[in-house]
DNA sequence: CTCATTTCTTAAACTAGATTAAGTTTTTTG
DNA sequence: CAAAAAACTTAATCTAGTTTAAGAAATGAG
């Protein structure tokens, strides 16, 4: 049932079978048609996400109308609006399924109690908001560093695999420019 | 010694007397003057660095010559090169003190010996990478929704006297654009 | 207190990327 | 499979922010 999320859990920190119960006590499981939204603007985001398989996108949508993604999270990885989720005050974003996805969650009361009744979990979040922080450094140092030709010549040659699934629109907008000037890169080459 | 470092632990957990002398048997303090550099690029960054007074700037220089500071601490706050610190390797960045500033620090080896000596520290740090990861999203929302002059403009009124306190070509770096053009928007007003 | 260095400003010329708008291709759905 | 919707392309025009360069103001060190 759960068995993705507890082999990303024991790539990081063992845990028992009795461990592995109660924690299933606190998850739930859902399948989203591509498309599907998860989670809209306007509402407190209920969970934290771990997708299974597929694709998660976080986007919000700016003064102009355009759609901004500003979060992927594929195969085995977690995404959520943080600071809805944590204070459940409403979020300005959408958690949309760029793909069909499987995702395994946890609401937000059974997330303190995950702590409280598997302290070894502390760990393994420790770890997941510690790669989630490294990430966003590197994501900013290449946002500040590279022309928005480079990002999509270096994201490209990164993640090819990536690039196919997703629409170029979506790609454009998490790359930080418009869909327009995507078509241009790419009409060079 | 360190009883500020105690004191914002104390905020999220609770750590005994036997338990803080435990912790101060891993950390170190130093001073450092104004344009010190704790950490430069090329070298690895040693240790995970708190703020216990003052205010450190993380920063690259880009391809064309420029600093681009991508990060900012003061007072009770944590920063390193988070990807060069875990995984000892070369950093691109350099940490240099803004003002003059007080530091506590965790160096690589003794990092892994709190978690195995203070298995509660995990929740203090998984606590810190998660409001970490919360200030990226933020961040990476704002740069994507608000046009240059609007992020000085916000950022201003969030955060005026930490504008003070930063030379403002710091700032310019830190808001994504150059320093003549910060000159600009001020001189609109 | 003064000279040197660092920081900030101004302004003209420039450009990367946005905008607008229309047309084309691909994908989805009934 | 046909029609509609979604995604992508092209090209002309435009603009927010950069670049370059020089001078002014502020800060700091001896």
């Known amino acids: ?3 993705a999320l507890y082999n990303h859990i024991n790539r990081f920190i063992d845990l028992s079978n009795d461990e592995q119960e109660i924690l299933a006590s606190l998850l739930k499981s ?3 048609k591509k ?3 998860l989670h809209e603007a306007g509402e407190t985001c209920r969970a934290n996400y771990f997708v299974v398989k597929g694709c998660l996108r976080l986007y919000f949508i700016d003064i102009k109308g355009a759609e901004q993604t ?3 999270a594929i195969e085995n990885w977690w995404i959520s609006d943080l600071t809805s989720f944590i204070f459940q005050k409403p979020s300005d ?3 949309q399924a760029a793909e069909a996805t499987e995702v395994i969650i946890i609401e937000r009361r059974n997330y303190d109690e995950l702590f409280e009744q598997l302290p070894k979990m502390e760990k393994y979040f420790r770890l997941i908001f510690q790669k989630l922080h490294q990430a966003s450094q ?3 140092k290449y946002l500040y560093s590279q022309t928005a030709e480079e990002r999509y010549t270096s994201f490209n040659s990164l993640f090819p695999e990536f690039v196919q ?3 170029q629109y979506m790609l454009a907008s998490y790359l930080g ?3 327009e000037f995507l078509s241009k890169i790419r009409a060079k080459k």
């Open 1 to 3: 049932m759960y068995s």
């Open 93 to 95: 974003f959408y958690i």
């Open 177 to 179: 420019f418009t869909p």
């Open 30 to 32: 859902f399948s989203f």
């Open 35 to 37: 498309k599907a939204f």
């Open 165 to 167: 699934r997703v629409p």
């Open 138 to 140: 590197m994501r900013i």
């Open 70 to 72: 500003t979060q992927f």
